[in-house]
T-cell receptor, first 110, second 116 residues
Framework: GESVGLHLPTLSVQEGDNSIINCAYS??????FIWYKQESGKGPQFIID?????DKRQGQRVTVLLNKTVKHLSLQIAATQPGDSAVYFC?????????FGTGTSLTVIP | DAGVTQSPTHLIKTRGQHVTLRCSPI?????VSWYQQVLGQGPQFIFQ???????GRGNFPDRFSARQFPNYSSELNVNALLLGDSALYLC???????????????FGPGTRLLVL
């Protein structure tokens, strides 16, 4: 099976600081990636995506970086807010499936 | 616009029983995927359906089955429930099948199943 993993299971940041969540993927054939945010008791919420022909994509307060050489993704959240506290998953698309990592729990300290 | 909806929200069953979970995709979306999320882990792919046909299956036993209806809604069935089937079952929808055009999928709130 595929392996999508996260470097840090938990991350705590001060409100207003920037957050960086990392993800490693194993299949060099994966060509599409999505970051999801999951709050307690809810389904995963789409944050941002990136295709393999790109290195960087920016959204509102979020940036995703893709390094295909080392098969690494990162999600950067600017000016982290208490509402950003959640578990973040990266998902890679290989064939007809998405493979998810274990998730990183982000806690924002007021 | 309504997002992906799932029913029921919570369910308690006993070992050996059967369960049916339901999902309605986002309006206009024709593909539905089912995932199992065990506590503390990421979602794991079970099935993908598109235009009423199975388009992919994850590493799950034959006790798990699904179908898609003409209105693109879907059911996930699990027979002979085991304690280990306790999980959050997520449905995700997309316009086209996953894998055809780097298709984004959107998730519903899930059904939390507890097997006693």
């Amino acid at each position: 099976g595929e392996s999508v993993g996260l470097h840090l299971p938990t991350l705590s940041v001060q409100e207003g600081d920037n957050s960086i969540i990392n993800c490693a993927y194993s299949n060099s054939a994966s060509d599409y990636f999505i970051w999801y945010k999951q709050e307690s008791g809810k389904g995963p919420q789409f944050i941002i995506d990136i295709r393999s022909n790109m290195d960087k994509r920016q959204g509102q307060r979020v940036t995703v970086l893709l390094n295909k050489t080392v098969k690494h993704l990162s999600l950067q959240i600017a000016a982290t807010q208490p509402g950003d506290s959640a578990v973040y998953f990266c998902a890679e698309n290989t064939g007809n499936q998405f493979y998810f990592g274990t998730g990183t729990s982000l806690t924002v300290i007021p | 616009d309504a997002g992906v909806t799932q029913s029921p929200t919570h369910l308690i069953k006993t070992r050996g029983q059967h369960v049916t979970l339901r999902c309605s995709p986002i309006s206009g979306h024709k593909s539905v995927s089912w995932y199992q999320q065990v506590l503390g882990q990421g979602p794991q792919f079970i099935f993908q359906y598109y235009e009423k046909e199975e388009r992919g299956r994850g590493n799950f036993p034959d006790r798990f089955s699904a179908r898609q209806f003409p209105n693109y809604s879907s059911e996930l069935n699990v027979n002979a429930l085991l304690l280990g089937d306790s999980a959050l079952y997520l449905c995700a929808s997309s316009f086209s099948p996953i894998g055809t055009a780097r298709e984004t999928q959107y998730f519903g709130p899930g059904t939390r199943l507890l097997v006693l």
